[in-house]
């Protein structure tokens, strides 16, 4: 394949992929197969597309800010698992990078399902959200023990962490889903922190792919932000469950 058409292809799908994430989510599915096409390892491809689509969930977290600031206690509360999960899961992907290749049809899998199922998750979201309340100890420890299981699964792959933790934050009566939506993106943005980190420090990414791919990975999320309240978001949620599915398929028959 030229140099050219790679390099536009890597473009096109960041671009696609920040755009479906400020609307729906999901944009991993679209830069993984995209960078997993050119012919580098599994591992690089997943620690490049982590790189190119961090900048818009750092930018989503200061977008968030001002609800983030009413439930910065909860947050603090949240923040160590998260961190310590999210660098679990990215040395685990460094420290066996053999297994990654077998798990990456069932990590495809995973979210194209999680995708599918949003909608039930988000109305079980919504009975149980609130303001106010209190929440037992016991529930606490559950939920930080499932952030800490996410964390690890962001670290290492983390396509559809968001409706992961969405569903967890429902329990704890953080605030209203603006509320809820600030801790998922900050939490999602802090393990993806760490694990560019680690996969900087080992030297997996590819520089030329990631600068390309974050660019017009902000692109695409500024002009998603902007232009996706026009657009149903079921549309672009069933193109990713669609993509998601034909992906696993193709990786389970190519093993």
């Known amino acids: 394949m030229p140099e050219v058409v790679t390099y536009l292809l890597?473009?096109?799908?960041?671009?696609?992929?920040g755009a479906i994430n400020s609307v729906a989510g999901?944009?991993?599915?679209?830069?993984?197969?995209?960078?997993?096409?050119?012919?580098?390892?599994?591992?690089?491809?997943?620690?490049?597309?982590?790189?190119?689509?961090?900048?818009?969930?750092f930018a989503g977290s200061w977008a968030y800010r001002r609800e983030l600031r009413s439930v910065?206690?909860?947050?603090?509360?949240?923040?160590?698992?998260?961190?310590?999960?999210?660098?679990?899961?990215?040395?685990?992907?460094?420290w066996f990078p053999s297994a990654f290749k077998?798990?990456?049809p069932w990590l495809i899998l995973t979210a194209a399902v999680l995708f599918l199922i949003q909608p039930t998750l988000n109305r079980y979201v919504r009975m149980h959200q609130g303001e106010h309340g209190k929440v037992s100890t016991s529930v606490t420890v559950g939920v930080m023990a499932f952030q800490f299981l996410v964390a690890v699964y962001g670290g290492y792959f983390g396509a559809g962490i968001?409706?992961?933790?969405?569903?967890?934050?429902?329990?704890?009566h953080v605030g209203d889903i603006h509320h809820m939506n600030a801790v998922k993106t900050f939490l999602a943005a802090m393990i993806n922190f760490v694990s560019v980190i680690v996969f900087i420090v080992?030297?997996?990414i590819r520089w030329d792919y990631a600068a390309v791919m974050c660019v017009s990975a902000i692109v695409g999320g500024y002009l998603g932000?902007?232009?996706?309240?026009?657009?149903?978001?079921?549309?672009?949620?069933?193109t990713v469950i669609v993509i998601?599915?034909?992906?696993?398929?193709?990786?389970?028959a190519k093993q």
């Not at 960078?35 to 982590?50: F, K, M, P, Q, Y």
């Not at 509360?77 to 679990?88: F, T």
């Open 102 to 104: 077998v798990i990456v």
């Open 225 to 238: 932000a902007h232009f996706g309240r026009k657009l149903p978001a079921v549309y672009i949620r069933w």
């Open 26 to 57: 999901g944009g991993t599915l679209l830069t993984f197969p995209t960078l997993l096409g050119t012919g580098i390892a599994d591992t690089v491809a997943n620690a490049t597309s982590t790189l190119a689509l961090f900048p818009g969930s």
């Open 162 to 172: 968001g409706i992961l933790m969405l569903t967890a934050l429902s329990f704890m």
């Open 202 to 204: 080992d030297d997996l």
């Open 10 to 17: 890597l473009a096109g799908s960041a671009f696609l992929a």
């Open 244 to 252: 998601g599915f034909g992906l696993a398929a193709y990786y389970f």
């Open 72 to 94: 910065r206690k909860f947050v603090l509360r949240m923040l160590p698992v998260s961190v310590v999960g999210g660098l679990i899961g990215s040395l685990l992907l460094v």
